[in-house]
C-alpha cells in the first residue's frame, strides 16, 4: 500500500478497508414517515429512504415535531 500511496504504512496504521454501503429497500410510508400501523415511523437509514448521517438524523427531527404536535 505503501508503493501505492507513500506514507500511509507508518507505526499508527492499524487496518485499512474498502467501505461497502448496502442500501435497504425503502419501507413503505406516509409523508410523515408512519407505516400502515398507527404509530409505527421508521427513520434514519433502515427507512430506506435516507443514505447519510445528516438525513438520518433530520428525518428524527421531523418525525419528532410530528408527533409533539
Do not use: W
Not at 45 to 69: C, E, N, P, Q, W
Amino acid at each position: 500500500l505503501d508503493k501505492i500511496a507513500p506514507g500511509t504504512a507508518n507505526d499508527d496504521t492499524l487496518l485499512y478497508g474498502v467501505e461497502v454501503k448496502f442500501y435497504n429497500m425503502e419501507v413503505k410510508v406516509d409523508k410523515h414517515l408512519q407505516t400502515c400501523y398507527p404509530g409505527l415511523y421508521i427513520i434514519g437509514d433502515g427507512s430506506g429512504i435516507t443514505h447519510s448521517l445528516s438525513h438520518a438524523s433530520a428525518s428524527g427531527v421531523y418525525v419528532a415535531r410530528d408527533i409533539a404536535k
